[in-house]
């Protein structure tokens, strides 16, 4: 790590642009978006400091980011400007990331970053837990008659999204490559830091994708493994569809729901598809560790291809038995805690 020539101190500003702009993106493969929200949080602890302590940031140092001032931060956040929990908490975890790597980087740095760690964020409050029924699922599902092309289309990604619990962003970048209709049928996501996991595909969903595939990809076995699976037609070529397009397809499809199914909620967001495929998985009986595998919370073997297969044939017979027209009738409600389970896999 640099230092200050005059007083031989770690530079702070050194430290933290290698942090920001090549150790988070190159090393630990950030996105963008997951850099720039770190780069915030830094630049909110050093907007306090300046504000407080009267001090220019040409004269921060490491010595500014003791245990004292972190805490006093804290509570100028949470009590002196109302900052949500789960802000306070998203600063203080960038802040803490950083001084773990500044310490990595100089051993003089080390318990300052100990010091740091022991520090907790407000509790966030515990918000209810929402899904859909299987009526109201069904009502959306159902609410693209199929009558256009377009009307199709989305039915089908709606499909996919809840069978496949997929992320939104996992969903708009399908290929065909992606897709494997073969015994096992399954699909290959690719999540955050690029990640990918294998979620088997169930019978009607494939029957459902071969329909799919003869009308909007003819000869698809014969068509770029790069072809976006869903697509909007730009200067005449297949072009993947952005988040809010299936945002917005989502919402419409509810709201057209809603004529005949009243109860779905008024906001209605892709993740709750999500959220939705893992509680009807769990009211069957699905143990967690399924499910989180399905939600992509578990990295596969990408080693062994008998290792990932066998792993899918339990997964897919698990899926099996849980679909949204439950029958037998749940004999226990879900206790609080069993809900927050599932709402944490995010």
Same mark, same amino acid.
Request: net charge positive; aromatic share 8%; hydrophobic share 40%.
């Given at each position: 790590?640099? =230092?200050? /020539? ?8 050194? &430290? ?12 630990? $493969? ?6 720039? $929200? ?22 921060? !140092?490491?010595?500014?980011? %003791?245990?004292? =001032? ?10 002196? *400007? ?21 310490? +990595? ?11 740091? +760690? ?37 039915? @089908?990604?709606?499909?996919?999204? #809840?069978? !496949? ?62 072809? /976006? ?31 005949? &199914? ?6 209605? *967001? &892709? ?7 893992? @509680?009807?998985?769990? +009211? ?19 080693? !062994?291809?008998? #290792? $990932? ?11 099996? =038995? ?14 609080? %805690? ?9």
């Amino acid at each position: 790590m640099r =230092r200050d /020539p005059v007083t031989g101190s770690p530079d702070l500003f050194g &430290c933290a642009r290698d942090y920001l702009h090549v150790y988070l993106p190159a090393v630990r $493969a950030m996105s963008p978006r997951t850099a720039e $929200a770190y780069r915030i949080s830094l630049e909110s602890y050093l907007d306090y400091l300046t504000a407080t302590e009267h001090t220019s940031r040409e004269k921060l !140092s490491f010595d500014h980011f %003791d245990r004292l =001032r972190l805490k006093a931060w804290l509570a100028w956040m949470s009590t002196g *400007h109302q900052y949500a929990p789960a802000t306070v908490a998203l600063r203080l975890s960038a802040v803490k990331s950083f001084l773990a790597y500044a310490a +990595q980087e100089d051993i003089t740095l080390i318990a300052l970053s100990q010091a740091a +760690q022991v520090l907790k964020a407000p509790r966030q409050p515990r918000n209810p837990i929402t899904y859909l029924t299987p009526d109201q699922l069904r009502a959306v599902l159902a609410a693209n008659t199929g009558s256009t092309a377009k009307s199709r289309r989305n039915r @089908m990604l709606l499909i996919m999204l #809840y069978e !496949s619990a997929a992320r939104v962003s996992e969903l708009t970048a399908l290929r065909l490559g992606d897709l494997h209709l073969a015994e096992p049928a399954h699909v290959t996501l690719t999540g955050k830091r690029n990640k990918t996991r294998v979620v088997p595909l169930t019978g009607k969903t494939i029957a459902h994708l071969r329909v799919y595939l003869d009308e909007f990809h003819p000869g698809y076995a014969r068509q770029p493994a790069s072809r /976006p699976l869903f697509y909007s037609r730009r200067d005449q070529q297949p072009a993947r569809l952005s988040a809010d397009t299936v945002a917005g397809v989502l919402a419409r499809a509810a709201d057209t729901a809603r004529r005949d &199914c009243p109860s779905i909620p008024g906001k209605i *967001h &892709c993740h709750l598809l999500r959220k939705t495929k893992a @509680m009807d998985l769990y +009211q069957q009986g699905i143990p967690l560790p399924i499910i989180m595998r399905l939600l992509g919370h578990e990295n596969a073997s990408t080693t !062994s291809d008998f #290792y $990932a297969f066998a792993t899918l044939d339990m997964m897919r017979q698990a899926i099996a =038995r849980a679909t949204p027209a439950v029958t037998a009738a749940i004999t226990e409600p879900l206790t609080e %805690d069993q809900l927050q389970v599932l709402y944490s896999l995010r």
